[in-house]
């Protein structure tokens, strides 16, 4: 089993920067990747970034170039840092911690973007 806690959400104005954090505890080493999904209103979740056991990356179209996802030292954190922020970017971001044996979400934490 896997726990998934996100943290850094909240209310910015558009073209600022949020940091969020995702730490996952328990059978962490049977981690294979890590990723940040969202979930707009009435929109299907998508994914945002992704970051692979071995370090390799995969984003959004619509984020690169204004986010970036990185892990801590010790493998099970991971964050996201979303510059630029857009009223489109508004929406709950997940963490989903992806294993041999399964996957995991957080709770999520809500991104709010005002124009």
């Known amino acids: 089993q896997v726990q998934v806690v996100e943290s850094g959400g909240g209310l910015v104005q558009a073209g600022g920067s949020l940091r969020l954090s995702c730490a996952a505890s328990?059978?962490?080493?049977?981690?294979?990747?890590m990723g940040w999904y969202r979930q707009a209103p009435e929109k299907q979740r998508e994914l945002v970034a992704l970051?692979?056991?071995?370090?390799?990356?995969n984003y959004a179209d619509s984020v690169k170039g204004r986010f970036t996802i990185s892990r801590g030292n010790a493998k099970n954190t991971v964050y996201l840092q979303m510059n630029s922020l857009k009223p489109e970017d508004a929406a709950v971001y997940y963490c989903?911690?992806?294993?041999?044996?399964?996957?995991?979400w957080g709770q999520g934490t809500q991104v709010s973007v005002s124009s």
């Open positions: 970051i692979t056991r071995i370090g390799s990356t």
């Open positions: 328990g059978s962490i080493s049977s981690i294979n990747a």
């Open positions: 989903k911690v992806l294993t041999f044996r399964g996957d995991y």
